[in-house]
Structure formats: structure tokens, C-alpha cells
């Protein structure tokens, strides 16, 4: 009797494992070529590291909604490494996916941050955020991720999460801290991600 394919679709194997595979090496790769100093190699680094992120989270997406393969189980471990890749780890996998799952049933942002009154009580940032997102910058989706990084660390919201943001901020400088410029492509993969993702 033949084994049965993990896959929720036997026809996905094959670009599936492509996705998950070039997101994985992409990843490693990229941050080896940051660590590798200056240069092409560091520009190079930071284009394949982007892209990387970029799959991950296409991946992340499709793990969420238990797309890629039939067990549950195995679409949330491989959804807990696609959030790192993407660099969504600093919530938990599970949170991720409930919020995602309630943004479907739910049709409402659900995100516990009210950025339109933090904008409202900050006359000179929400005019510099709506001149940014006029000229196409994603102001508002970089404010928001910048909440997910720093309201953890507030006394208002999500105290849980502020050990696990602590560890996972430094220890992102912990891996990357081969020098300021290693850290400054790595940042800058996150970003060009990002803004190649919205």
C-alpha cells in the first residue's frame, strides 16, 4: 500500500516544496552573504534575503489556513518557522493565526491597536504619515508593525509577549552583530520585504 503524500494536494508537492525550500535557503543564504561585510556580496545578501521573507510569508499565509498539508499539526510547525523567516515571530504562531482566521469570519481589523486615535492625538505624525502614504510609502502598515515590536514592551497592552520580544531582539542583534553594517542590511532586508509585500 502506498504511503499517502503529507500534502493537502498531491499536485502542490512539488511547487510547495520549491517555495519552502527557496524561503529556507534564501533566508540562510542571505543573512550569510550580509555577514560577509560590504559590498556586492552584502547588496546581493539583502535582495535574496528580501525575497526570502517575501515567500515566508506567502507560506505563512497558506500554513494559517492549513493549505499545504493534510495534518494540522504540520502545517503549524512549518507555519512557526515560515513567522520567523518572515519575521513575524515576535507574536506566537497561534496568535497569528486566530487574529487571521477572526479577520475571515469576522470582516473587522482586529488588531488591538487603534492607530487612527494614536494619529488623531498626534497632529504632526499623522500629517507626516498621511504625506508618506500620498507618495505611495506604507506609513501606516509600517506604524503598525512597529506596534507589534513596542506595545509589548508598554504597560497597556500584551504585557505576556515582553520577555519573548526582549530575547528575540536581542538575539536578532546577537546573530546579525557582526558589526553595524551587518545589522543595518539585515534591517534593510526586513524592510524591502515588507514594502515588496504590501
Known amino acids: 500500500m502506498p504511503i499517502p503524500s503529507p500534502f493537502r494536494h498531491p499536485d502542490g508537492a512539488i511547487p510547495n516544496l520549491l517555495a519552502m525550500t527557496w524561503a529556507l535557503g534564501g533566508w540562510t543564504g542571505g543573512v550569510i552573504l550580509i555577514c560577509r561585510g560590504p559590498g556586492a556580496a ?9 525575497h526570502a521573507m517575501v515567500v515566508a510569508s506567502y507560506l505563512l499565509h497558506e500554513f494559517a489556513h492549513h493549505t499545504v498539508f493534510r495534518k494540522p499539526a ?32 469576522d470582516r473587522a481589523d482586529v488588531v488591538g491597536f487603534d492607530y487612527r486615535a494614536f494619529l488623531r492625538r498626534r497632529p504632526a505624525l ?8 500620498w507618495a505611495y ?20 497592552l ?3 509577549h515582553r520577555h519573548r520580544v526582549a530575547s528575540l531582539l536581542a538575539e536578532d ?22 514594502l515588496t509585500s504590501v
Not at 180 to 194: I, K, Q, T, Y
Open 126 to 133: 499623522r500629517a507626516a504619515v498621511a504625506a508618506l502614504e
Open 74 to 105: 504540520a502545517n503549524q510547525a512549518a507555519g512557526r518557522l515560515a513567522s520567523w523567516i518572515a519575521g513575524s515571530c515576535y507574536a506566537p504562531y497561534a496568535e497569528l493565526r486566530a487574529k487571521h482566521m477572526r479577520h475571515h469570519v
Open 137 to 156: 510609502v506604507p506609513a501606516v502598515d509600517l506604524l503598525m508593525h512597529a506596534a507589534v515590536l513596542v506595545l509589548p514592551m508598554s504597560r497597556l
Open 158 to 160: 500584551r504585557p505576556y
Open 173 to 194: 542583534y546577537g546573530v546579525v552583530g557582526r558589526g553595524p553594517r551587518a545589522a543595518e542590511d539585515f534591517l534593510g532586508a526586513v524592510g524591502v520585504s515588507f
Open 42 to 50: 552584502a547588496a546581493a545578501g539583502v535582495v535574496l534575503l528580501a
